[in-house]
């Protein structure tokens, strides 16, 4: 599944930076379409937010490693 290959590149590429931070975002992906799946499926109404919430926390993630990639390429 694409959440084991972006397990096994995060496992592979943990001293790059970037490659980690794409890694760890396609794993997001692959959590928010399997509880969005999941959802639907069930028509479970009341977990209908949980997907949101995920994308939220996805995209807070991405920021803050987006920003410290910015700060340690400025130190380089």
């Known amino acids: ?12 590429y ?4 970037m490659s980690s931070l794409l890694c760890l975002e396609g ?9 969005t799946l999941t959802i639907l499926n069930s028509h479970f109404t009341l977990a209908s937010m949980m997907p949101i919430i995920l994308l939220v926390f996805a995209a807070c993630e991405a920021a803050l490693g987006l920003s410290l ?8």
Do not use: D, I, Q, W
């Open 14 to 17: 943990r001293s790059h930076l």
């Open 1 to 12: 599944t694409a959440f084991m290959v972006s397990l096994a590149g995060l496992l592979m």
């Open 69 to 76: 990639l910015v700060m340690v390429s400025n130190t380089y």
């Open 27 to 35: 794993m997001m992906l692959s959590l928010f379409v399997l509880a």
